[in-house]
C-alpha cells in the first residue's frame, strides 16, 4: 500500500465550505478500483493549508484508475474552486 499526499491551498475564510465539498467528492476516491484509505487533514501553524490522504493499493491505482476516472472529475469540480494554487502531490510507502 502507498499513499497519495497531497499539499492543498485555499482561501481560510472558505474551510468550512471547502471541507464540505471535500465530504461531498470522498465516495468517488471510495468508488475507486485500489482505493484503500482517506483523510482530510487541516495544518495547524498555516490557515487555508490541508493535506489530504488517500491509500492506494498501487501508485497506478491513483495515477491511471483513478485519475482517468469519472470520479477525479468529479472531485476536481466539488474542490478545484477552492484551490488558491495547484496542488502539490507526492506518494510514500511505509518503511519502518
Known amino acids: 500500500m502507498i499513499f497519495e499526499v ?11 465550505e471547502f471541507e ?5 467528492a470522498k465516495p468517488h476516491f471510495e468508488a475507486a478500483r485500489g482505493f484503500v484509505s482517506f483523510a482530510l487533514q487541516r ?3 498555516e490557515p487555508g493549508a490541508y493535506r489530504l490522504l488517500v491509500g492506494w493499493e498501487t501508485v497506478e ?5 483513478f485519475r ?3 470520479g477525479f472529475q468529479h472531485w476536481r469540480g466539488l ?5 488558491v494554487a495547484p496542488p502539490s502531490v ?3 510507502e511505509t518503511v519502518v
Do not use: K, N, T, Y
Open 61 to 65: 491505482a491513483h495515477m491511471v484508475d
Open 68 to 70: 482517468e476516472s469519472e
Open 43 to 45: 495544518v495547524i501553524e
Open 6 to 16: 497531497a499539499s492543498l491551498v485555499i482561501d481560510p475564510a472558505r474551510a468550512a
Open 79 to 83: 474542490a478545484g474552486p477552492f484551490f
Open 20 to 24: 464540505a465539498a471535500v465530504a461531498q
Open 90 to 92: 507526492v506518494h510514500v
